[in-house]
C-alpha cells in the first residue's frame, strides 16, 4: 500500500513541489564579528619598544583581533638613564596618553581600552590611569613596574573597570634591584621596587601575580625581561584583552 506512494514522492521531488524541512537542525542567529580591543603600550627606558614588538609578533601570529599602539614617551633611543631618572616627563607623557586615549574612545566609542608598560613605562601607565575617567580602561598590566612598592595606587584603579594586573618577580635583581640600590626608584624612593615584590595596598581591582618557577617553560625565567617572552605573554597576559575574562 505504502510503495506507490513513496514512488510518486519520489518523482516529484526533483520538481520542487515536495520538500521536507528537516526537524533536528537548529537555526543559528547570525554571529556579529567580535570588537577588535585596543592596547596602549609603555615601553621601558630607552625606546627599544621591545614589549611593542613583542605584543605585534604575538597578535600577528595568532590571528587575534587586537590593535597596539605604542606611545613613544621616551627622551630618546638608548637615553636609559634620563628615561629612568626624570620623573616629572614621564608623569606628563602619562597625561598626553591619557589625551590620546580619550581621542581614540571618540574615534571608536565601542572598542574596548586596554593598557600596559614595562619597567619604567609603568610610571607613563599610572600617570595615564590617575588622568582619566573612572572605569575607562578595561585592563590594565604591569611588567616589572619600576616604581617603588609603596607607590599609591588608588587613584589609577579608579579608572580600570577590571583591574590592574601586576607581574612582579623577587628574582629582578640585576635590573631594578641594582637600579634600586644605585639609582633609588624612578619616583624618588629609595626601597623595595613593585616589579620584585609588588605593590603594598590591598583592592579588589589590584591582581598581583608574582614569578612562579612553572613559568620557566614558557620562555620566563624571572628576569627583568622575562614577562614579555611570546609564550607567556600568550599564556597570561594575552586573553587579559580578551572579552570575559575573569580576574584571577
Known amino acids: 500500500m505504502m510503495g506507490w506512494r513513496l514512488l ?9 513541489c515536495v520538500a521536507v524541512a528537516p526537524r533536528d537542525i537548529e537555526l543559528l542567529p547570525p554571529q556579529t564579528p567580535a570588537v577588535p580591543a585596543t592596547v596602549f603600550v609603555a615601553d621601558g627606558a630607552g625606546n627599544y619598544q621591545l614589549l611593542s614588538k613583542a605584543l605585534r609578533g604575538v597578535v600577528k601570529k595568532d590571528g587575534r583581533a587586537i590593535d597596539v599602539v605604542t606611545h ?6 638608548y637615553r636609559i638613564l634620563a628615561d629612568y631618572l626624570h620623573h616629572e616627563h614621564a ?11 580619550r581621542e581614540h574612545r571618540v574615534a571608536y566609542p565601542d572598542r574596548p581600552i586596554h593598557l600596559i608598560g ?11 590611569l590617575e588622568n582619566l575617567p573612572v572605569d575607562f580602561v578595561e585592563r590594565a598590566v604591569l611588567l616589572a613596574p619600576a616604581l617603588s612598592a609603596e607607590y599609591d595606587v588608588h587613584p589609577a584603579l579608579r579608572s580600570v573597570h577590571q583591574g590592574l594586573h601586576v607581574f612582579c618577580s623577587p628574582y629582578d635583581y640585576v635590573i631594578l634591584g641594582f637600579a634600586t640600590r644605585l639609582l633609588g ?3 624618588h624612593r629609595w626601597t623595595a621596587m613593585a616589579g620584585c615584590q609588588g605593590f603594598r595596598a590591598a583592592d579588589r581591582k589590584l591582581v598581583q601575580q608574582p614569578w612562579r618557577p612553572a613559568d620557566c617553560a614558557l620562555g620566563n625565567t624571572g628576569g627583568h625581561f622575562g614577562a614579555y617572552q611570546p609564550e607567556f605573554l600568550r599564556a597570561h597576559v594575552m586573553p587579559l584583552f580578551q572579552p570575559g575574562t575573569i580576574a584571577r
Open 118 to 128: 614595562h619597567s619604567a613605562g609603568a610610571t607613563v601607565v599610572m600617570a595615564a
Open 91 to 101: 608623569c606628563e607623557e602619562g597625561k598626553r596618553l591619557a589625551d590620546k586615549m
Open 8 to 16: 510518486i514522492l519520489m518523482a516529484l521531488a526533483p520538481t520542487g
Open 72 to 77: 613613544e614617551w621616551s627622551h630618546g633611543k
Open 185 to 187: 626608584t624612578p619616583d
